[in-house]
């Protein structure tokens, strides 16, 4: 397997640090690492890789959280809230939410300290192992975690850094094994899968050996402004990863990932999967079973049946039992392990059902916040559900998504008999962004093409309008980035209509 040199990928702006010996950029035992923003789920999985290296990590986060009081129960120093930076640090590690202007960037700069990013980081940290980076616009959480669970169930014993919570997995990271144990790269620096996330094209400071390109469309317009600069953008990514004969690999999207663009030119081995007879490896999906197949050159390699309902579903499954046999693992064994997955926090996740009037409604979670994940999950909770009425909370994430796609946020709901709108969750967006676009601007769209939705500004009344308007047989999915799942808990908690109980 290819290791990347220091001086190689983008510039790190790193010296070697005379009072401690170590070169702070690569993680080197010793190191004094401060992150800031410890708490979310890239950067805790970051640290703990690091800590598990010998770096001496620290950190802070604005809020206390089951994920601080895990790190903590590890031995991570973590302080709740800002304070200044402490003295004697060799490098400060940030996360993607921390601003140029917050003040422990400000005072490393006073200070000369070092300065990287979360994906600046988790590059170093691929280096020297075999880094399988997984990126798209949607399905990375899913693919990756699938991905790291057949690794475990046949011996290959990965590491990864996942962007949400895997139950199954034990949570979104772990260090795995320094060398591959067994198959074609035995002996070679262990797997390290992650999440490789292109919003401010941070995933160009990745080091993949391997790579996956799910699928690749408008997201991030208020970083990008066209499809064509996001398209340049995952270019940019595979244009990373090393020669075929250094192991450099692509498995790509045939359909829906813009290949034509993204792989002409490309020094690495590119494979594709897809739904298309001419992909490389060709997908079977039935619905009706949830029965997901793999052919190659036209031959049945593999089936199996997946616990998690919908066509996206099924790409993710079979993109990660691929890539897990190109890694080493038998296609019979990847795809017993595909059949035991049972999914991710708020991918799609049954939260149980409730009882109100007329019987009991069951109720959904899901992640979903761009038009093509609305649709695809609808969609799939429809067919394998087949409820009375679907209802669908969604919060919109972000002012500049919601006006940038609003069209196709319209169209993306017409499997839902109703849809209830909060207040757009506030990300990153400027004040004079937030007047050009409201959750009421959403819900006209929705009403003029004939869905019944409507704007509920407090979550609060969300959960009153629920409890008093669901009646038996009806579905509940909450869907959205921000804090909107904190509706379905409060639902399922709520003993108004359950008696109490």
């Not at 003295?87 to 490393?108: C, F, K, M, N, W």
């Not at 969604?394 to 998504?401: E, K, L, T």
């Not at 919601?402 to 993306?412: E, H």
């Amino acid at each position: 397997m290819p290791t990347h040199a220091s001086g190689e990928g983008p510039s790190t702006g790193l010296t070697t640090n005379p009072t401690s010996g170590c070169t702070p950029g690569t993680f080197s035992p010793g190191t004094r690492a401060w992150f800031t923003g410890i708490g979310g789920c890239g950067m805790s999985g970051l640290a703990r890789l690091a800590a598990a290296g010998g770096v001496v990590v620290s950190g802070c986060d604005a809020l206390e959280s089951d994920v601080t009081r895990r790190l903590a129960a590890d031995g991570i120093d973590v302080t709740i809230g800002t304070q200044d930076l402490p003295e004697g640090l060799d490098v400060l590690v940030y996360s993607a939410a921390i601003d140029q202007d917050h003040p422990h960037r400000t005072q490393a700069g006073t200070r000369g300290l070092p300065q990287l990013s979360y994906a600046h980081g988790l590059g170093l940290i691929q280096t020297g192992r075999l880094g399988v980076s997984i990126a798209g616009t949607h399905g990375k959480s899913t693919t990756a975690a699938m991905l790291a669970w057949i690794l475990l169930a046949t011996d290959l014993d990965p590491g990864f850094i996942i962007g949400a919570h895997c139950p199954q997995l034990g949570g979104g990271s772990r260090l795995g094994a320094s060398t591959i144990p067994s198959g074609p790269h035995a002996g070679e620096g262990g797997i390290l899968i992650a999440e490789a996330c292109e919003f401010n094209r941070s995933f160009h400071h990745h080091r993949p050996t391997m790579a996956l390109i799910t699928n690749v469309e408008e997201d991030h317009l208020d970083i990008y402004g066209s499809i064509d600069a996001i398209i340049e953008a995952f270019t940019v990514f595979a244009e990373s990863i090393p020669h075929v004969q250094d192991g450099g690999s692509l498995l790509i999207a045939h359909d829906g990932a813009h290949r034509g663009r993204i792989t002409p030119g490309l020094a690495c081995h590119v494979s594709t999967f897809g739904f298309h007879p001419e992909a490389d490896y060709q997908v079977i999906f039935d619905q009706a079973v949830n029965r997901v197949g793999i052919l190659r050159e036209g031959m049945w390699v593999v089936q199996w049946t997946t616990h998690i309902p919908g066509a996206h579903m099924a790409m993710n499954a079979a993109a990660a039992v691929i890539l897990a046999h190109q890694l080493g693992a038998e296609w019979t064994d990847a795809a017993e392990a595909a059949e035991q997955f049972e999914g991710l926090d708020r991918r799609m996740q049954c939260l149980g059902e409730r009882p109100v009037t007329g019987g009991s409604v069951l109720v959904f979670d899901d992640y979903g916040h761009h038009p093509t994940e609305i649709e695809a999950t609808l969609r799939a909770l429809r067919v394998a559900q087949d409820p009375q009425r679907l209802v669908c909370v969604f919060q919109p994430h972000q002012h500049s998504r919601t006006r940038f796609l609003i069209d196709q946020f319209a169209q993306s709901f017409g499997d839902a008999d109703e849809v209830i709108v909060p207040d757009i969750y506030f990300v990153r967006d400027s004040e004079a962004e937030q007047k050009k676009v409201s959750a009421t601007d959403l819900v006209e769209r929705l009403q003029q093409r004939g869905v019944h939705a409507r704007h509920v500004p407090e979550f609060n009344d969300i959960v009153d309008l629920l409890e008093q308007e669901l009646q038996g047989g009806d579905l509940l999915v909450i869907m959205g980035a921000g804090p909107v799942w904190t509706i379905g808990r409060d639902f399922m908690q709520s003993s108004s209509i359950a008696g109490g109980a």
